[in-house]
C-alpha cells in the first residue's frame, strides 16, 4: 500500500508560529496551530488511516505516521524550525515494525526546481547508488555502407539496479531508428557523420540517485573524394590534389595508388602526401604521372582502410612548362603549441621547375635537436619526446636555380599535465543532524576548476546557509534526509576533466539495542570499577540515562562508571535511550565478588648455574571463584609444553614456579599472573643467575714484534660475578688448538683491559682469544682476533742431533735435523755446513738454501776411509746468520770388504729347504766394519746375476720356499757401510725328493672309556717323492685352536695308534699324518669327537654328512650322541 499527500507549507511571519495549507483537492483539510505557541500539528482525516504530521515538543523535530496498519510506521525529521517545504510522498511498508522495506523518495519544489532525495533506512539487504565500472572513451569510427552499427559503452553497478539514459552534445538522446540501449550501451544504427558525431555522456540513475560518466568524444571516419577528370598542362605548375574528407586526428594516414598498383606511391622530392589535409603534391609534372589515382585512409586506432574510386589524370600537351623559383604550397603554423613529451611533426613542400631542394634549421643558430627525423623526401620535420629546450623558432628553406622562398614558424613549449586525481571521495552513511565534510584534489596543467553536482545537476541548495562550497570542498552542516543521493565532484581544465563520486546516505531512526544490548550480567570484585556501556544504534545520537539509586557518573559517551564498588552495588540496571523518534531500554546485572589476593608472592632470588629454586605464588579468593595461574618470563607467557628446566607445581590457591639446573638464560623477572572471571592479580620478581663470565668482546692487536704482540679489549658480560683475571691463549699453523702464552703482566687482573703476550715466535702467524674468569668459574673464550705475523729476526736455534758417516767411498756424510718453520724466523732460510779434518785449523763450508734440508755429503776420492773430521752446522736467512752447532767428530765413508767369506758349506734339509754356514771375515782383515752378509742362491742354468738374495747378520743362512730334487749353486759375501764385497766360490745343492702328496685313508677309530684306538691304510709314495718312514698323531683343542695348543699324541710307524684321551670334555680335533725324515706330509681328512665315557667304533665312511673330508678342504664337527661332546679326529700323516 502506499501514500501520496500533496501539502503546501508557508511560514508566517511570526518566530515560532506556522500554518499548514493543504490544497483544494476534496478530501484534504486545514489544520490549526494548536494552544502552545510553536507547536503545530498537521491532520490529514477524509480516509481512515492515513497519516498525521505532528509537530512534537522539541522544536525542529517533526514525525510522518503512516497508521493503516498498527506498529507501522516510518520517520521524517525537519532540520529546522520553521523551514518547510512540500513533499511528495510515497513509500511501501516492511514487516516489522520501525523498519522500512524500501526507501523512499521526496521532491523538494522551491524557486521553480525539484530535488529528489533517497531516504535510507537499515535494510537486511544492503542497497547503494550507481558507481561506473565502465565509462565511453573518445573512439573514432569508419563508415561502412552495409550493415554499420556503432556500440558506445557504458556499465554500472547499483541496487537495485540503475536504468540509462544518453546525451549528446548536452542534448538527452530520445530513442528512435538510429539510437538504442542495450543494457547500459548505447548503439547507433546506421551513423552520419555529421548527424551523430559529437560528445557523449552516460546517465546512470537508480532510487538513490544520478551520476554522469565522463564525456567522450566520438567521430566517424569517411571518405568524400573531390577529385574528378583532370588535364594537367606541362606549361604551367600544376598540383594533383585529392581531399580526403573525414575528421582530423593523429590517427588517420593517407596513401595514394597509382594506377592500381599493389605498392603505394613512394614519396620523394617531386611527390609529397600532406599527412595533414591528404593531398598529393607534384612539384613538377612529368609524363609518367599521366594515369588513376587512388586516394587510401587508414584508422591507425581500428585498423580500418577506405579507399576512394579511381580518378584518371591526363596530360595536356598544347603547353609548355617554364622554369620559375619555388613556390610553398604546404607549411607549417606560424605558432604552434607542443605539449611536454608529445611527437610534433612540420610539414613543408614547395612547387618549382627544377624541382626545389627542401631544407629545415632553427633560426637562432642552434643546431637541429639530434634525436630529429626527416623523412626521403625533406618534406616533413619530426621532433619526438618533445623537450623545453626544443622550443624555438624553424624555418623550412625551398631552393632551385630560379631562386629560393622559406616558411617560417614559432614551437611554443606548453608544459600541459594530464588530469589525475589526488584525493578522491568515499561514501558516507551518515546520522541525521551531523556535518558532512568532503574534498576532492586534482592534480593538472593548467590547474583545474571544480563544479559539484548532486544526482547529475550542478549542485544547488534549498538551505544556502548549511552549504559550503570552496573549490574541491564541500561541507554541509545539520544534515537532513533531503541531502542524501549521489554527489559528483568534476575537475576540469581546457584540456579535459574527471569525475569522482560518492553516495550519502542520510539515516534517521529510533534508538536499537539488538546490536549492543547492556551485557547482561557483569561479575566485579568489591573495591574495584565497573564501566557499564550503553551504545545504542540510533539517528540522531540518542539521549542516555540510567535507572538505579546511589551516586553515580554518566559519561559523554553514555557509559556509567562506578567506583570503590561495595556489596550494596550489587543489583539490577536499566540504560534508556531516547531520541526524537523513540525510546528503547536494556538491562543488566552487577554481581559483586570479594577481590582476588596474592597472599605468598614470588620474592627475588640470587642463585648460581647449576642450582635449583622455587618461586611461590599463593592467593585467597572468593570461594565461587576459581583462579588460573600464568607465569611470564621477560614479558613472554611460559609454555610449560616447551620447557626442560621449569615447570608449575602447587594445589588450587597455589601456582609456584620450580626452576630446575638453572641456566644462564633464566636471569629475567618473572611475573605470577593470577586470572578470575572477576579479576585479575600479579606479583613480580628477579631471578638473578650468576655464573662464569661471557666472552670478552672487541679484541684488538696493537703494536707488533718479532716476540710480543699488544692486545686490548672490552669487557663481556660478568653474569652477576665480577670478573677476577683474564687469560690469553693463542694458535698458530703448527699448534695443536689454542695454547695458553706468557703476558706481561703474568696475571691480568679483571680490572684491566690490555696485556702484552710475549715469547712469541718471529715471523709466525698468530690469533689470539682472551678468557675471563671469575668466582663461579671459567667463561667462554671471545672471538678470535684477525691473523697477525710477528716481525722477522735472526735465526736462534741450531740445529740438533748433527751426526755422519757411511756413504761411498771417498764421500763424508753430515746429517743433522731440520728446523721447524715455527723457529726459522723469517724468509730465505738455509743451512751452513762447515768441516775440516781432525787437528787442522781451517775450516770447509757450504750453504744450503732449502730449510728442508737435512743432509749433506761431500765427495774426494782422496780422502782416505774412516777419516775423522770435525763438523758443524749453522743457520741462515734474510735477517743474518744464527747459531752453530756443537762441533762433533764424524768419520768419513770406508772401504768395501776386499776378501770373501770361506769354508762355504750347503746341506739339504728337505725338499723347500737348504742351510748355508761359512767362516766370518776377521776383523784384521778388513779395513771396515763387517755389519752382514748377502747369501746368492740360484738355479743350474741361471746367471750369477738373476740369484736370488737373503741377507742376514750371522754365519748360518737357511734357504726356504725351494724345488724339490733341483741343483742349486751358492754363494755368500761380507757387506759394511761401503758396500758389499766380493764373492765366494759357488758350492752345489740339490734338495731332496717332495713329501707324499697324498694323506692317510679309511681312518678308523675306537673309543672305549679313556682311550683312542686310531687305525689308517699306509700310504705309498710316487716315484718323484720320497718314501714314508712314519706317521705322526696330533690333537688341538678347538676352543683355543694354535699352534700353542697342539699336542703330538704319538709318531707310530706302523697303521695304528692307541693313546689316552684329552681329560677335559671341550671339543677337539684329533689329526694323523704321514711323515718322512724330520717332516710331516699333509694331514688326512680330520674326524670330531669329545672325550666319552662309553665305548664307541666308527669308520671314516660313518661320519655324518656334515664333516668334510679331504686333505685340501677346512675341518666340520661332527657330533653325535645325546650327551657327549665330540672329538675330532684329523686323520693321519705319515713321515718320510
Given at each position: 500500500m502506499s501514500l501520496h499527500c500533496d501539502t503546501v507549507a508557508y511560514c508566517v511571519s511570526t518566530p515560532g508560529y506556522c500554518s499548514l495549507l493543504c490544497g483544494s483537492t476534496l478530501g484534504y483539510s486545514r489544520l490549526r496551530y494548536v494552544s502552545t505557541p510553536g507547536y503545530c500539528s498537521l491532520l490529514y482525516v477524509s480516509t481512515p488511516g492515513y497519516c498525521s504530521l505532528l509537530y512534537v515538543s522539541i522544536p525542529g523535530y517533526c514525525s510522518l505516521l503512516y497508521v493503516s496498519a498498527p506498529g507501522y510506521c516510518s520517520l521524517l525529521y525537519v532540520s529546522t524550525p520553521r523551514f518547510c517545504s512540500s513533499y511528495n510522498l510515497s513509500f511501501g511498508l516492511s514487516n516489522s515494525p520501525r523498519e522500512l522495506l524500501l526507501p523512499f523518495?521526496?521532491?523538494?519544489?522551491?524557486?521553480?526546481?525539484?530535488?529528489?532525495?533517497?531516504?535510507?533506512?537499515?535494510?537486511?539487504?544492503?542497497?547503494?547508488?550507481?558507481?561506473?565500472?565502465?565509462?565511453?572513451?573518445?573512439?573514432?569510427?569508419?563508415?561502412?555502407?552495409?550493415?554499420?552499427?556503432?556500440?558506445?559503452?557504458?556499465?554500472?553497478?547499483?541496487?537495485?539496479a540503475p536504468y540509462y539514459k544518453w546525451k549528446v552534445d548536452g542534448r538527452e538522446i530520445d530513442m528512435d531508428l538510429n539510437y538504442n540501449l542495450v543494457e547500459g550501451n548505447l548503439l547507433i544504427n546506421n551513423p552520419h557523420a555529421t548527424h551523430h558525431g559529437g560528445v557523449y555522456q552516460c546517465i546512470a540513475t537508480n532510487t538513490f540517485g544520478t551520476i554522469l560518466s565522463r564525456e567522450a568524444k566520438v567521430q566517424f571516419a569517411y571518405f568524400g573524394m573531390s577529385l574528378e577528370h583532370v588535364s594537367l598542362p606541362l606549361s604551367i605548375p600544376t598540383i594533383l590534389c585529392g581531399y580526403c574528407l573525414c575528421s582530423s586526428s593523429a590517427e588517420i594516414k593517407y596513401s595514394w595508388v597509382f594506377n592500381g598498383r599493389p605498392s603505394f606511391l613512394l614519396q620523394d622530392t617531386r611527390r609529397f602526401v600532406s599527412q595533414r589535409t591528404g593531398n598529393l603534391y607534384i612539384a613538377k609534372v612529368e609524363a609518367s604521372d599521366v594515369g588513376n589515382y587512388t586516394c587510401v585512409v587508414r584508422n591507425m586506432m581500428t585498423n580500418a582502410t577506405v579507399y576512394s574510386s579511381p580518378t584518371p589524370v591526363e596530360l595536356r600537351r598544347d603547353a609548355v612548362m617554364a622554369e620559375y623559383e619555388p613556390k610553398i604550397e604546404v607549411q607549417f603554423p606560424e605558432r604552434l603549441h607542443v605539449t611536454k613529451g608529445s611527437s610534433v611533426k612540420l610539414e613543408c613542400f614547395a612547387l618549382g621547375n627544377p624541382v626545389p631542394a627542401i631544407t629545415w634549421r632553427r633560426t637562432d643558430g642552434n643546431p637541429l635537436p639530434g634525436k630529429m627525423k626527416i623523412n626521403h623526401s625533406n618534406g616533413v620535420l619530426e621532433i619526438p619526446y618533445f623537450r623545453p629546450e626544443d622550443a624555438g623558432a624553424y624555418e623550412c628553406v625551398a631552393e632551385n636555380s630560379r631562386g629560393k622562398n622559406i616558411a617560417k614558424g614559432q614551437l611554443i613549449f606548453q608544459n600541459v599535465e594530464h588530469l589525475h586525481w589526488v584525493q578522491t571521495l568515499k561514501d558516507a552513511h551518515m546520522a541525521i543532524e551531523a556535518n558532512l565534510q568532503w574534498e576532492c584534489r586534482a592534480s593538472g596543467k593548467p590547474k583545474p576548476v571544480y563544479r559539484w553536482l548532486k544526482n547529475g545537476e550542478v549542485y544547488l541548495s534549498c538551505y544556502q546557509d548549511r552549504i559550503l562550497l570552496e573549490g574541491g570542498r564541500l561541507a554541509i552542516s545539520r544534515i537532513n534526509l533531503l541531502d542524501s543521493g549521489m554527489y559528483q565532484c568534476l575537475a576540469e581544465n581546457e584540456h579535459g576533466a574527471i569525475y569522482a563520486s560518492a553516495e550519502l546516505k542520510v539515516v534517521a531512526s529510533a534508538p536499537d539495542f539488538s546490536k549492543s544490548l547492556v551485557k547482561k550480567?557483569?561479575?566485579?570484585?568489591?573495591?574495584?570499577?565497573?564501566?557499564?556501556?550503553?551504545?545504542?544504534?540510533?539517528?540522531?545520537?540518542?539521549?542516555?540515562?540510567?535507572?538505579?539509586?546511589?551516586?553515580?557518573?554518566?559519561?559523554?559517551?553514555?557509559?556509567?562508571?562506578?567506583?570503590?564498588?561495595?556489596?550494596?552495588?550489587?543489583?539490577?540496571?536499566?540504560?534508556?535511550?531516547?531520541?526524537?523518534?523513540?525510546?528503547?531500554?536494556?538491562?543488566g546485572t552487577l554481581v559483586v565478588k570479594e577481590p582476588t589476593k596474592i597472599t605468598v608472592p614470588p620474592l627475588s632470588v640470587d642463585a648460581t648455574v647449576g642450582q635449583s629454586i622455587v618461586l611461590p605464588c599463593e592467593v585467597s579468593r572468593d570461594s565461587s571463584l576459581d583462579p588460573t595461574f600464568k607465569w611470564f618470563f621477560n614479558g613472554k607467557l611460559i609454555d610449560f609444553n616447551k620447557q626442560d628446566h621449569i615447570e608449575m607445581i602447587g594445589g588450587e590457591s597455589a601456582g609456584d614456579l620450580m626452576v630446575r639446573n638453572i641456566q644462564l638464560k633464566h636471569s629475567g623477572k618473572y611475573v605470577c599472573m593470577v586470572h578470575t572471571v572477576v579479576d585479575s592479580v600479579s606479583a613480580a620478581a628477579d631471578?638473578?643467575?650468576?655464573?662464569?663470565?661471557?666472552?670478552?668482546?672487541?679484541?684488538?692487536?696493537?703494536?707488533?714484534?718479532?716476540s710480543s704482540a699488544q692486545l686490548s679489549w672490552g669487557s663481556g658480560p660478568d653474569n652477576h660475578s665480577p670478573v677476577t683475571t683474564y687469560s690469553i691463549q693463542a694458535r698458530t699453523p703448527f699448534s695443536i688448538g689454542w695454547q695458553a702464552v706468557r703476558t706481561v703482566p703474568d696475571s691480568v687482573p679483571g680490572q684491566m683491559f690490555h696485556a702484552t703476550v710475549i715469547d712469541l715466535n718471529p715471523w709466525v702467524d698468530y690469533e689470539f682469544r682472551v678468557v675471563a674468569s671469575n668466582n663461579v668459574g671459567v667463561g667462554e673464550p671471545s672471538m678470535q682476533s684477525k691473523q697477525i705475523r710477528t716481525?722477522?729476526?735472526?735465526?736462534?736455534?741450531?740445529?740438533?742431533?748433527?751426526?755422519?758417516?757411511?756413504?761411498?767411498?771417498?764421500?763424508?756424510?753430515?746429517?743433522?735435523?731440520?728446523?721447524?718453520?715455527?723457529?726459522?724466523n723469517g724468509e730465505e732460510f738455509g743451512y751452513i755446513v762447515a768441516f775440516r779434518s781432525l787437528g787442522t785449523t781451517t775450516w770447509k763450508q757450504t750453504v744450503l738454501p732449502s730449510p728442508d734440508a737435512s743432509r749433506y755429503t761431500f765427495r774426494n776420492d782422496s780422502i782416505p776411509p774412516l777419516s775423522q773430521f770435525e763438523v758443524k752446522v749453522g743457520v741462515y736467512n734474510n735477517e743474518g746468520e744464527g747459531p752453530s752447532s756443537h762441533v762433533v767428530v764424524v768419520y768419513s765413508a770406508e772401504e768395501e770388504p776386499s776378501i770373501a767369506p770361506s769354508r762355504v758349506l750347503a746341506r739339504t734339509l728337505s725338499a723347500s729347504e737348504i742351510e748355508v754356514y761359512w767362516e766370518p771375515i776377521p776383523q784384521t782383515a778388513s779395513s771396515g766394519k763387517i755389519i752382514g752378509y748377502e747369501v746368492l742362491c740360484w738355479e743350474e742354468g741361471v746367471q750369477e746375476s738373476d740369484a736370488e738374495m737373503v741377507k742376514v747378520t750371522d754365519t748360518v743362512a737357511l734357504l726356504s720356499g725351494l724345488m724339490g730334487s733341483t741343483l742349486y749353486l751358492i754363494s755368500v759375501r761380507a757387506q759394511n757401510s761401503a758396500g758389499a764385497g766380493p764373492s765366494s766360490p759357488a758350492v752345489n745343492v740339490t734338495t731332496k725328493k717332495p713329501p707324499p702328496s697324498q694323506p692317510p685313508g679309511n681312518i678308523e677309530w675306537n673309543l672305549t672309556n679313556s682311550k683312542i684306538f686310531l687305525k689308517w691304510e699306509h700310504v705309498k709314495a710316487m716315484g718323484n717323492e720320497s718314501e714314508v718312514t712314519g706317521y705322526k698323531v696330533s690333537v688341538v683343542s678347538e676352543i683355543a685352536e694354535s699352534l700353542k695348543t697342539r699336542k703330538q699324541m704319538g709318531t707310530p710307524a706302523s697303521t695304528e695308534h692307541h693313546s689316552e684321551a684329552p681329560a677335559s670334555t671341550e671339543r677337539h680335533r684329533v689329526t694323523p699324518a704321514s711323515t718322512e725324515r724330520h717332516r710331516a706330509t699333509p694331514a688326512s681328512t680330520e674326524c670330531h669327537k669329545a672325550t666319552p665315557a662309553s665305548t664307541e667304533h666308527h669308520r671314516a665312511s660313518q661320519l655324518p654328512q656334515s664333516a668334510t673330508w679331504g686333505p685340501r678342504q677346512p675341518p666340520l664337527s661332527a657330533t653325535w650322541g645325546p650327551r657327549q661332546p665330540p672329538l675330532s679326529a684329523t686323520g693321519v700323516q705319515p713321515l718320510h
Open positions: 523518495r521526496h521532491s523538494c519544489q522551491q524557486q521553480g526546481k525539484t530535488k529528489t532525495v533517497v531516504l535510507f533506512h537499515s535494510e537486511r539487504n544492503p542497497r547503494h547508488g550507481p558507481v561506473f565500472s565502465q565509462e565511453p572513451s573518445d573512439s573514432i569510427f569508419p563508415l561502412r555502407f552495409e550493415d554499420n552499427k556503432v556500440f558506445i559503452n557504458c556499465k554500472a553497478k547499483g541496487n537495485p550480567s557483569m561479575l566485579i570484585q568489591r573495591g574495584g570499577e565497573v564501566i557499564m556501556e550503553c551504545r545504542p544504534h540510533a539517528s540522531p545520537r540518542a539521549s542516555i540515562s540510567w535507572r538505579r539509586g546511589g551516586e553515580r557518573t554518566i559519561m559523554e559517551d553514555g557509559t556509567l562508571r562506578i567506583t570503590n564498588i561495595s556489596k550494596s552495588d550489587g543489583g539490577r540496571y536499566t540504560c534508556v535511550a531516547r531520541n526524537p523518534f523513540g525510546t528503547s531500554s536494556s538491562t631471578l638473578i643467575v650468576r655464573g662464569p663470565p661471557g666472552a670478552p668482546e672487541g679484541l684488538m692487536v696493537g703494536e707488533i714484534t718479532d716481525k722477522a729476526a735472526v735465526p736462534e736455534v741450531a740445529p740438533g742431533n748433527v751426526s755422519g758417516g757411511g756413504g761411498s767411498r771417498g764421500e763424508l756424510v753430515i746429517q743433522w735435523e731440520p728446523i721447524p718453520e715455527e723457529l726459522q
